[in-house]
């Protein structure tokens, strides 16, 4: 029993009983005080019951059918007549105290079962004659009129509808009685609205409950299942006793009927196809079954759980939700019954529907360890479940094969690959090659004991069993495109680009509408299987590889005829529509006729690869939209890629770069073998061109923008030098070379830029402690930045001081090369070298300023002050490439002399012995410069 505070009951006791309440607290102890109050309390609560009573049987059948009579206005307003004809019935029992009566026993039919049948039935068969949608209008507003008296009630505040609670209340009951409905529709409002959520509502919302569903056990269900049984899990929100309560209204308003399992499982599935228990409800209800800790409420859950599980597995909707939440428990660690318990649950939805077995084909690397499970409980329970999956059709039993055929596949592939969970698929492969002979065996005895099956049952080759899906496809596709003639390819597209010359978007769809029709029968196109399945050296030459050269090639044609602007939407749209065929993914609309989404396999292929811009110009499209997200559409965008590459390896590495390089660094979201998958794609791409190096280092930038852009690069760095060697290292440090002459190459358009930011970076890294071999290569990127653009000087001079160590290491290093730099340095204009002297007498102020004021890392500064110095003697002294040579100032001497000395002997010959000796002084200061 749930008891409310004692001080609150009193408070709303009639008038006089505070007063008495309080003298007698004054002279006992609490405890007497207490048990006093609550004696008076249940005293004045029969009291108000007998009122209510008697003030019901007053109610004659005709001064009810006399109000009905009245009722000649609005039918929208005769709830709310009612409700004031009720007001004065019940005048004098205003002060019922139902907040306690439903608070004790919420499960009760309090107030309906304190009144005589015969005197509400009468109302409840009128109520049911009114207008439908006034019924839940009538409960909500009943609802919202006691909640808010029920808030105040919790407050110790005055009631303001305490005169109107007995009316509303038994007017709700009636309605919830005649019309559940009204009620029922209400549920996922209150179950999302705050206003009707909490610990304090939930005896009311359970007392509604009980009186709407007492004679309709499946809804009853239902609603337990949706508002009640989560809360059950929100244990830190809902007290025991409330935990308690809501046990009881399925234990005992629902399961303890006696026809109970037969109605709710004959019932299991609605008419509008909603299941009584929905997966996520069944899921939370398997979770509380085998809880990990067994806790109080486990053994009641325990009780009901048997007859709620035959409901929720019912044959009927949602089977694939089910399958895919059993999967996941069934692979839980810790928890072998529950583990137990989802094995059994997916068997049973897997042999009830073989579409689950597509289902758990995309669930299966994910939940390896759980499918592992899964097979061995097949195998070794085979003789129980193998009349299901094989007596129905042969197409079914081709679809649970085709399974098993698609799980050897990505068994084998990860076996050769090594990877780390290696004995899992080596365990999972020898249960599906049981299973898979099993099966074979299963279809020869059908076919021969049923000479004549149905039409498309009868094609059906037994030998296809033991064959790869996508091999099926493949032949599909080759036989089909062999027939299409290219000479009709060619009028069709001639009359295209007459008639729909203004329409370019027109134009394409139809081309695709064309090839829908020549490949219409393959139609039904595994897209997922294929990307997960295939190779990624075989993937990235499907479809193509399968078309004809000269259908291709006219189709190439005509695809250049057409204004670019307009491919980049049409590769968006057949990439979104593709896409649709995997989970999870939202419909897109069908811009042409649906015939065939291999034919729009096929054009998007074409364009990409005789137009690869129209992919580069929406690859932030591709890396912003949830569409394009998650390790399952990675080989597709892989793909799309490769076509791109195929036409422009520029547009490839571009592509790869922006895209696929920074998963590299989620490597959390991102398994080892996507990473795998994205490493082998750009080898791939470059090891396709024997001319990579030299096509690549000759368009370094694209739409103005570097092929490796400086944050790229440093992503790059980072990988090939990492602190701790993984995987993917020696991978990184094969592909880098190439892509840092990339990634470095002069341009004229953005070089200047991008070295500055290159070298912020590296001399950022250059100081990185603990990482020998990144500071190296940073030192080495740094150094080729600042002799390739001197402006990288000043930016250096900006970060010095908070990249002190690095720059020590900068500065020896550079005195250390010298020779090796000198020439970069000084053989531009005079305006760079004096670039590069300004900033390291900059350096120099600032490490003489430092080493004065003593600070901590002063050694660093007199360290640095160190190589300034000597670079500004060597920038002093010159290098060849810029000294007056001896020869040059001796003509420059004499040439001065041969013209001086005309000047003298014309305006002042009494001068010439002086200019003479001045000559011979300045001579020999220029020989001292020339020769130090």
């Known amino acids: 029993m749930i008891k409310s505070n004692s001080k609150v009951k009193a408070k709303i006791v009639p008038s006089g009983g505070v007063e008495d309440m309080e003298d007698k607290s004054k002279g006992v102890g609490a405890a007497e005080a207490a048990l006093s109050v609550e004696d008076e309390w249940e005293e004045t609560e029969k009291e108000a019951i007998v009122s209510l009573s008697e003030a019901a049987k007053k109610i004659l059948p005709s001064h009810f059918a006399a109000f009905v009579d009245k009722q000649k206005g609005v039918p929208e307003l005769d709830l709310w007549r009612l409700n004031c004809y009720l007001e004065k019935v019940f005048s004098q029992v205003s002060s019922l105290p139902w907040f306690n009566m439903l608070k004790k026993t919420p499960l009760s039919f309090v107030p309906l079962s304190y009144i005589p049948k015969s005197v509400y039935e009468a109302p409840v068969d009128w109520i049911n004659k009114l207008p439908t949608d006034e019924h839940w209008k009538f409960v909500r507003w009943a609802l919202d009129r006691l909640l808010t008296d029920w808030a105040a009630h919790a407050k110790g505040e005055e009631q303001r509808f305490t005169q109107y609670e007995v009316a509303t209340l038994v007017e709700l009951a009636m309605v919830l009685r005649g019309k559940p409905d009204s ?123 048997p007859v709620l599980r035959e409901v929720a597995l019912a044959p009927g909707t949602a089977v694939k939700q089910i399958f895919t939440f059993s999967l996941k428990l069934a692979g839980g660690q810790g928890n072998p019954a529950l583990a137990s318990e989802a094995t059994a649950i997916a068997i049973s939805v897997l042999t009830q529907n073989v579409d689950c077995f597509k289902q758990w084909d995309v669930l299966y690397k994910e939940n390896l360890e759980a499918s592992v499970a899964l097979l061995k409980k097949l195998v070794d329970e085979w003789e129980d479940h193998s009349f299901k999956l094989s007596s129905s059709s042969p197409s079914d039993t081709l679809t649970v094969n085709r399974t098993m055929n698609s799980f050897r596949i990505k068994n084998e592939k990860a076996i050769t690959e090594g990877v780390a969970n290696l004995s899992l698929y080596k365990e ?123 259908v291709y090639e006219q189709s190439r044609d005509f695809i250049n005829t057409l204004p670019f602007e307009t491919l980049p939407a049409v590769v968006l749209w057949a990439s979104d529509l593709i896409l649709t065929e995997w989970p999870g993914v939202v419909k897109v609309e069908q811009l042409n006729s649906d015939l065939s989404k291999v034919a729009t396999f096929v054009v998007l292929a074409m364009v990409l690869r005789t137009k690869p811009d129209a992919l580069t110009l929406v690859l932030p499209k591709l890396r912003d939209r949830p569409t394009y997200q998650g390790q399952d559409k990675l080989p597709f965008i892989i793909w799309m890629m490769a076509q791109a590459s195929q036409g422009d390896l520029c547009a490839g590495l571009y592509s790869w770069v922006r895209n696929l390089l920074p998963l590299v660094v989620k490597n959390k979201s991102y398994s080892s073998q996507s990473i795998d998958l994205i490493l082998q794609s750009l080898e791939m791409f470059l090891s396709s061109n024997p001319e990579a190096r030299a096509v690549l280092l000759n368009e370094p930038v694209r739409h103005g923008e570097r092929l490796i852009p400086p944050r790229s690069f440093e992503i790059l760095v980072r990988l090939t030098f990492p602190a701790r060697v993984g995987e993917a290292t020696e991978r990184f440090e ?42 190296k290569e940073a030192i080495e990127i740094a150094i080729r930045s600042v002799t390739e653009n001197v402006d990288c000087f000043k930016q250096w001079d900006i970060l010095y001081k908070e990249n002190l160590e690095a720059s020590v290491a900068l500065l020896k290093k550079l005195v250390d090369e010298w020779e090796d730099h000198s020439f970069k340095l000084l053989s531009s204009s005079s305006s760079d070298a004096l670039t590069v002297k300004h900033a390291i007498y900059r350096f120099r102020m600032k490490n003489e300023k430092t080493i004065t004021k003593g600070v901590a890392n ?7 002050d160190k190589s300034c110095k000597l670079i500004l003697r060597k920038l002093s002294r010159g290098s060849g490439g810029r000294k007056i040579t001896p020869c040059t100032t001796m003509v420059i001497a004499a040439a001065a002399a041969v013209a001086g000395a005309a000047l003298v002997l014309q305006e002042a010959p009494h001068l010439l012995v002086s200019f003479i000796l001045i000559f011979i002084l300045i001579f020999f200061s220029f020989f001292l410069v020339s020769f130090p």
């Open 183 to 305: 009620f029922t529709c209400l549920l996922p409002m209150l179950r999302v609205r705050p206003k009707y959520q909490g610990e304090d509502k939930l005896p009311l919302i359970v007392w509604m409950m009980a009186q709407a569903f007492q004679d309709d056990l499946p809804t009853g269900l239902s609603s337990w299942a949706r508002n009640l049984l989560p809360l059950v899990g929100n244990n830190k929100s809902y007290s025991p006793e409330l935990v308690d309560l809501i046990l009881q209204f399925v234990e005992k308003r629902i399961l303890s009927n006696p026809e109970a399992r037969t109605i709710l499982v004959n019932g299991a599935v609605k008419k509008d196809g909603e299941r009584l228990i929905p997966p996520c409800s069944f899921e939370m209800l398997v979770r509380h079954t085998f809880p990990a800790r067994v806790e109080e409420a486990t053994e009641r859950f325990e009780a009901i759980y």
């Open 428 to 550: 999972a492969d020898k249960s599906c090659k049981l299973i898979s002979r099993r099966l074979s065996q299963n279809l020869m005895g059908m076919i021969k004991s049923n000479p004549n099956p149905k039409a498309e049952e009868a094609n059906i080759d037994p030998s296809d069993l033991l064959d790869e899906e996508k091999e099926t496809h493949k032949a599909a596709i080759l036989s089909l495109s062999e027939k299409m003639d290219p000479s009709s390819l060619a009028t069709f597209l001639e009359k295209v680009s007459d008639e729909d010359w203004y329409h370019p978007l027109k134009q394409i769809l139809k081309v695709i509408d064309y090839y829908g029709i020549q490949l219409s029968q393959v139609s039904s196109f595994h897209w997922v299987n294929m990307f997960d399945d295939y190779p990624l050296s075989k993937l990235i030459h499907v479809p193509l590889s399968l078309i004809p050269m000269s």
């Open 734 to 775: 094969a592909i880098y070379p190439l892509l840092k002459e990339v990634a470095l190459a002069p341009d004229t358009i953005t070089s200047a830029n991008a070295l500055k930011q290159i070298f912020t970076f590296s001399l950022k890294l250059a100081g990185g402690q603990g990482n020998p071999d990144v500071a």
């Open 858 to 864: 002063s050694f660093l500064y007199e360290e640095a």
